[in-house]
């Protein structure tokens, strides 16, 4: 599963979820791949190029620009994200090669299409648990302004 689009629970993190979330910090809020040294990009990192199969360990910061590559429109939400509908999740290709999985914000989703040029915000993913529960943040998409 894509970082940034994980499975919603009603109860507050698990102990393996925090540190989890504090090693996914960069992906989440920045973008943040891996660069192998034949150059290909790679999101989310690797230890290993998928292009190539060479070692991949430089750290490389996507602009977060991109474009819509496919997307669909959900109206029959998984638990946790029934106050969300209709919201789209696209496929979007970034500037830089890779493709990410990511909801589409500040847009209708009858606005939505192919090759819209798009660009990455940080935004609320869920809360878990009760008003007491974490609040996890990470990457979406906009159209880009």
């Known amino acids: 599963m894509y970082v940034g ?9 698990t102990p393996m979820e925090i540190p989890r979330h504090w090693r996914l910090k960069k992906e989440r809020y920045g973008l943040t791949g891996e660069i192998c040294p034949q150059g290909h990009t790679i999101f989310p990192p690797r230890d290993i190029c998928p292009d190539c199969g060479n070692e991949a360990k430089t750290p490389y910061q996507f602009s977060g620009k991109g474009e819509v590559y496919s997307y669909t429109t959900i109206y029959e939400a998984p638990a946790g994200y029934e106050g969300d509908v209709p919201y789209t999740i ?9 493709m990410v ?7 209708d989703p009858g ?3 192919i ?20 609040i996890i943040y990470g990457y979406k998409f906009r159209p880009q302004v």
């Open 5 to 13: 689009l994980e499975a919603s629970s009603k109860t507050n993190f």
């Open 90 to 98: 696209a496929l979007v290709k970034l500037d830089e090669g890779p």
């Open 101 to 107: 999985t990511t909801q589409l914000t500040d847009i």
């Open 111 to 113: 606005e939505v299409k």
């Open 115 to 134: 090759g819209l040029p798009v660009e990455m915000v940080t935004r609320k993913l869920r809360n878990d648990g009760d008003e007491r529960g974490t």
